[in-house]
């Protein structure tokens, strides 16, 4: 969003909204904030527009689709050059099993979230994406027993 937006409290009831249920009639929207459907509208492609709302998706279950197993990995470059992190981003960005990977400081330099089909194949992507990978000094696989808590809405803060 681009910082001379300025938020109020209809943008931040919308945004709010929104998060618990993209799919729900701009009227029934403009009922709860209190604005008519036309000026509700006019809020929400506004807030698509500067960015405010990043992209709205439909959430599919990993396991719908045949991948029952997520894992996290910390992965550890050998060198923390700039090229080096460019060029694994790249590499991650191109993996349709990683969901997805953040680039992060400490002792850890990637932490990247994946399925799988089973332990081979997660075993063999392992291999080829970390193992076999000259840029990677190592890497740490957790094994997502079961989620705790699912993807969230950010909060909304009221009090500016």
Excluded at 57 to 72: D, K, Q, Y
């Amino acid at each position: 969003m681009r910082r001379h937006e300025k938020l109020d409290e209809f943008d931040l009831r919308l945004l709010e909204l929104l998060q618990a249920d993209a799919q729900r009639p701009v009227p029934a929207l403009a009922e709860a904030v209190g604005l008519s459907a036309p000026a509700c509208y006019r809020r929400i492609r506004r807030l698509r527009e500067t960015g405010a709302i990043a992209r709205e998706v439909a959430v599919v279950s990993p396991r719908t689709l045949g991948w029952p197993l997520s894992m996290l990995l910390l992965v550890t470059l050998e060198r923390e050059g700039a090229r080096t992190v460019d060029e694994m981003m790249r590499v991650l960005q191109d993996v349709p099993e990683v969901i997805e990977a953040w680039n992060v400081t400490g002792d850890t330099d990637f932490v990247v979230r994946m399925v799988a089909r089973d332990m081979e194949s997660y075993d063999e992507l392992a291999r080829r994406l970390f193992a076999a990978d000259e840029r990677v000094r190592g890497f740490q696989t957790l094994v997502v027993i079961r989620q705790v808590k699912e993807r969230s809405p950010i909060p909304v803060a009221w009090e500016r």
